[in-house]
Structure formats: structure tokens, C-alpha cells
DNA sequence: CGTATCTACAACCATTTGGTTGCACGTTAC
DNA sequence: GTAACGTGCAACCAAATGGTTGTAGATACG
């Protein structure tokens, strides 16, 4: 419920990997179950070290964490994080709703 | 309904959009108001094309609207999209609590 | 042991992004 | 009519992004 305190940096980290089909879709796919990375790269067209960069970007923006097992990483999904960003866009429509000023979370983010 | 249909590039458009400071912050004044790009632009350090790049990336985003008044191009925002974009989001969190529930059947079932 | 597997990371390349300046054009004001 | 204003757009530049290949370090397997 509490927009905590997201620093713009972080927010836009946070959609910045949400702004990638591949990466959306490895994180269904690690919203539904772990995947090793070896795993998960087997299921696009690209490179082992493509699938390897779009992880680590949803790793910088916290939507998903590695745990290491044996040799491989397993990849798990950090739902909080996307309820961080859900509800970040919740505060933009009760600011539309509102239509003044002074529900801002949003703002509070963005202006240290 | 609610996941409508929204094609790969449009989300991508979205969440690129949203992953700006200057971009959420010209989101959040045309949430709460109109203003003339030449007005917003007059709120940043940097050049006014820059500002008008940014608003032409909202734009392109579907995230706001411009009107034409005279001369000015008034700027105000779209909260549909921001809706969509917010319903997307809570359908990942979905997808987290059906696998969490389907774990939760398949632990049940293990108990004797 | 040696070998195959999983991961990490560096170097490189093409394209996009976020910024700049400068110019053109329609609209308002004097 | 001329001057100022608001906007759009092109050309340019540095940095970030999304991809590649290649190399190297752990870990499991036969």
C-alpha cells in the first residue's frame, strides 16, 4: 500500500526493464516457476549471453533474484517489486482522480 | 477486457516512456493540469526541444494528448493509458498468486 | 583424472536515446 | 505589416542499449 521510498533512479530502472518483450516474457516465465539461465535462454532465438543480459537488467531492477544451486542460478520473480511499480501507476490516476496537489508519492520519488 | 489487446511495441512504448524522470514529471503536471509545451519546457534546465522530444515520447505512448488552442498546443494527460499499463501489471502479480496457490494445492496433496 | 556444462564477463558493433543548435512556419500582438 | 511567440523538425553528438563472439572459472559426471 505504501509507495515507499523509490528513488527516481530505481524507478527507472524498474520500467526500464519492463520496456523489453524478451524481458517480460522471462519474468512469466519466472513468475511461474525457476528457470536456470541456461534454461531460460534456451527459449529464445538469441544468444546464451543476450538471455544473460536481460537477466541481469530484471536483476538491477529487483523483479527478479538468482540463487545459486550447485553449478547453475536459478532464477525466482520478486513479485513486490511489481507491486512497487503497480502501485506507483496507482498513485498517477488518484493524482488524475484528485486533480491536486497534494498526493504525491510520485512526486516525493522524483524530487528527493 | 482488462488485459485488452495491447501489441508487444505499445507496452514497449509504455514502459519506455514511463522510464524517465523528466517524462514521469511532465506526467504528473499534466495530470493535474493543462499547460502549453512551452510552458512545461519552462520548468526544466534543459533546451525546449528536448522538453518537446520528451512530451512527443508521452505522445507517442498514448500516456497524453495534445490540443491545438491558437497557437499553443495544449498538453493534458490520458489516464487510460496509465491504466492499461497498471492492469498489466496487476496481471503478472496474477500470475505470481496462481503458481503460489498451485504450489499450496500441491503441498496439500503431499500431506498425508 | 579429464571432459562436458553452466555461468560470467570482456570486446566489439549497429541502433537508439537524450541532449544540443539552428531554421522554418503559422499565429498573435502591436 | 512587422515583430514576437509557440511549435515542429532537421542535423549533429555522446552515451546507452541490444545484440554478437570469444574466453575463462566453477561445478558435475564418467
Redesign the interface.
Known amino acids: 500500500m505504501v509507495v515507499d521510498t523509490l528513488s ?1 533512479d530505481e ?6 526493464a ?4 524478451t524481458r ?1 516474457d522471462i ?2 516465465r519466472a ?3 525457476e528457470h536456470s539461465v541456461t534454461a531460460l535462454a534456451a527459449r529464445y532465438e538469441m544468444s546464451f549471453a543476450a538471455v544473460q543480459k536481460h537477466v541481469a537488467v530484471l536483476e538491477r531492477a529487483s523483479l527478479i533474484a538468482k540463487a545459486r544451486h550447485g553449478r547453475e542460478q536459478l532464477v525466482r ?1 520478486n ?1 513486490a517489486a ?2 512497487r ?2 502501485a506507483l ?2 498513485s ?2 488518484a ?2 482522480r484528485h ?3 497534494t498526493m ?1 508519492a ?2 516525493a520519488a ?1 524530487r528527493p
Open positions: 527516481p524507478v527507472d530502472r524498474l520500467f526500464q519492463l520496456a523489453d518483450g517480460r519474468l512469466t513468475l511461474t516457476g520473480a513479485p511489481i507491486e511499480a503497480r501507476l496507482q498517477y490516476e493524482l488524475w486533480r491536486s496537489a504525491d510520485i512526486l522524483d
